[in-house]
């Protein structure tokens, strides 16, 4: 069965500026991988954008209005020292969050076994209040509680390899044991949150790495603790925070990932998947800084995802 690509031109369109490591020349490198003749299989779909009331399931209150509101006409506003709204940002937030919303309905639908979303900005730092580290919705959870909340699914993982902790995702989801969040990390670094002690309601697993931390242990981590807490688990629906920033190349980071470890892992999860959620995953893309090796880390993503 085939596998899904979401994307829009709106996220080329958000523009943290010139020095901002998040730029669109990520989506675009990854964009440019996936033109090759190997992926010519990929059914591509417009992102469509999300509901506001599908983004209040985990940023509550008038969050997203606020936010919208204030994307500038011209320039840009930083709402933090990483985090910048140029023109494009509202329509660009709208469109990735739409994106995992969209892919999560095309899966349940079987229309698609799988569907991958060439997005930005990405997510999961955006806490339920606090738009943080490039990220102003939180694409991943948003997702995960339309899952829950529109299908009645009653168990939905999300497993985070970028190289950074996922601390609005944790943060949306730690009281909620009908969801599970998993995520590897360097340790310490940016946000600092992610100690294997937050464990949330049991429903939280954090496996931090030391720096200069390789295949060996990034892929103990997963069958020692990521893959056995998937079993007990048993999701309906696994859905993959895909930061590709522990890669070896990557400035922002010290990790030593390669891109056969992102096919490996990749593969693990779609077996998780296989065994509990019909084979259901949604992947949506966080993290990945090296333009290189992000678009061949992502191509080998999209290499297993397409073999399911
Ligand atoms: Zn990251």
Redesign the pocket.
């Known amino acids: 069965m085939r596998t899904l690509v979401y994307t829009h031109e709106a996220c080329l369109a958000h523009d943290p500026g010139g020095y901002h490591p998040e730029s669109p020349e990520r989506l675009r490198a990854i964009l440019a991988a996936l033109s090759a003749p190997e992926f010519a299989a990929l059914e591509r779909r417009a992102a469509p954008r999300a509901d506001l009331a599908a983004i209040a399931r985990v940023h509550p209150g008038d969050f997203a209005e606020r936010l919208l509101a204030a994307v500038p006409r011209s320039g840009q506003i930083a709402l933090d020292a990483d985090t910048v709204l140029s023109p494009g940002s509202g329509e660009a937030a709208l469109r990735a969050a739409g994106a995992a919303i969209a892919a999560v309905d095309a899966v349940i639908a079987g229309e698609a076994k799988n569907a991958f979303c060439a997005v930005r900005p ?1 997510g ?1 730092h955006a806490e339920p209040s606090r738009a943080m580290g490039f990220c102003l919705f939180n694409n991943i959870a948003i997702a995960a509680q339309h899952a829950r909340w529109v299908y009645g699914l009653a168990r939905v993982a999300v497993v985070d390899f ?3 902790h996922g601390n609005g995702t944790q943060a949306a989801f730690e009281d909620d044991a009908s969801l599970l969040y998993a995520s590897t990390h360097q340790s310490p670094l940016y946000p600092g949150t992610g100690a294997a002690s937050e464990t949330g309601v049991g429903n939280i697993l954090n496996v931090p790495l030391a720096p200069m931390s390789g295949s060996r242990e990034f892929r103990r981590a997963f069958e020692d603790a990521i893959l056995p807490a998937l079993d007990r688990f048993r999701p309906e629906l696994l859905l993959i925070s895909a ?1 590709f ?1 522990a890669h070896r190349d990557d400035p ?2 010290q990790l030593m990932l390669v891109e056969a470890d992102y096919a490996w892992v990749t593969g693990e999860l779609l077996a998780v998947a296989g065994r509990y959620a019909l084979g259901r995953v949604v992947s949506s893309l ?3 800084y090296d333009l290189a090796a992000l678009a061949a880390s992502a191509a080998a993503h999209l290499g297993k995802l397409m073999a399911a």
């Open positions: 990405p999961h970028d190289v950074h930061g920033d922002l980071a966080e993290g990945g």
